[in-house]
């Protein structure tokens, strides 16, 4: 048995002789993320397309990198091409774009448990109802509900948010996604 674990141990040291540590080196940042928040829509035909967001601190401030421990506004410019929308969920999923034991760089998931899926949208942002057409909306965001998740994150990396928005209006049993967009940013 000892000779098992030393043998899996010799193993286990060769192997990371033969992907040397300089390949986790961080990567550089995409798309401009050290300087600003890119963001795209998951796909064209979504009933919500957003073509701004800026982060603003509580004072109206420019704000990046965002810091997600201290409250922040976000201000979003988007066209609902539907039907006015009274109530919301959202699941967000988080990536961290790093080098893999290749060394090449990807956005990887980091797992979050389910603590970010069925977020009310509408309690949380303070957003409702999203009328149909042209909306500018100014959205105090404080994020100490999630510290869980936060605390786990690593300051001055690229993260790209991936945040799917659900219509649940009254007597809406589909719960269509109705809106998709990546958003990939600095944290602080």
């Known amino acids: 048995m000892l000779s098992t674990i030393f043998l899996g141990t010799a193993l286990l ?68 091409h539907g039907p006015q929308i ?21 956005w990887t998931s980091i797992p979050t448990f389910g603590l970010l899926n069925g977020i009310d949208g509408c309690q949380f942002a303070h957003n409702c109802p999203l009328t149909s057409g042209p909306l500018f909306l100014i959205l105090p965001l404080d994020l100490s509900q999630f510290s869980a998740i ?3 994150l690593a300051a001055y990396k690229p993260y790209e948010l991936e945040i799917r928005m659900f219509n649940y209006n009254a007597g809406n049993t589909a719960h269509e996604e109705i809106a998709c967009v990546m958003a990939q940013v600095e944290l602080s």
């Open 86 to 106: 009274d109530d919301n969920h959202v699941n967000v999923k988080i990536n961290q774009y790093k080098a893999g034991w290749s060394g090449d760089c990807s």
């Open 13 to 80: 040291a060769s192997s990371l002789h033969a992907f040397p540590v300089e390949n986790l080196a961080d990567c550089p940042f995409p798309n401009g993320t050290d300087k600003a928040i890119h963001s795209y829509m998951c796909s064209d035909n979504e009933q919500f397309s957003i073509t701004d967001i800026q982060t603003l601190d509580k004072n109206g401030k420019p704000f990046y990198p965002i810091d997600p421990r201290q409250e922040f506004i976000l201000n979003l410019t988007t066209y609902n």
């Open 150 to 152: 936060i605390n786990m």
